[in-house]
């Protein structure tokens, strides 16, 4: 039986980590959750995560320096960011940053959970 793929959440907003949590475990994920951008990026130096959901709004550090750093420490870690910011500016600052998706919030958690899908299977191309 393979081991279950390791996914950190970064997300302030309890409601969505809990739908985000729900959802993915329900798909076989196993989940960990920061609810602000210092306990994010303390957990993401630990290692071992399969993929990185990220908001870029948060308390501490910001999801966008935690992105940068993220893509630092490991070229092959999917990394999406959620976040309120829908701007062009700010989805294409994001992916410059290292992202390799970005969704605007409010989005569909079926479309969240099939691109993690997704990343995590290009991943192992």
């Known amino acids: 039986m393979e081991k279950a793929k390791r996914i950190l959440i970064v997300e302030d ?3 969505i980590a809990e739908l985000l949590q729900l959802h993915l475990r329900d798909e076989g994920y196993d989940i960990s959750h920061a609810a602000d951008g210092n ?5 993401l130096e630990q290692g071992g ?14 999801g966008l320096e935690i992105c ?20 062009e500016v700010h989805r294409v600052l994001g992916l410059e940053l290292g992202a390799d998706d970005y969704l605007a919030k ?17 991943k192992r191309r």
Request: glycine share 6%; with cysteine; hydrophobic share 45%.
């Open 106 to 122: 409010p989005f569909s958690m079926l479309e969240l959970v099939a691109r993690v899908k997704a990343c995590s299977a290009a």
């Open 39 to 43: 306990q994010g990026m303390a957990m």
């Open 68 to 87: 940068r750093r993220a893509r630092n420490m490991t070229r092959y870690t999917p990394i999406i960011i959620t976040s309120a910011r829908s701007s």
């Open 49 to 62: 995560w399969d993929a990185l959901i990220l908001d870029l709004m948060l308390p501490g550090i910001d």
């Open 13 to 15: 907003d309890g409601h």
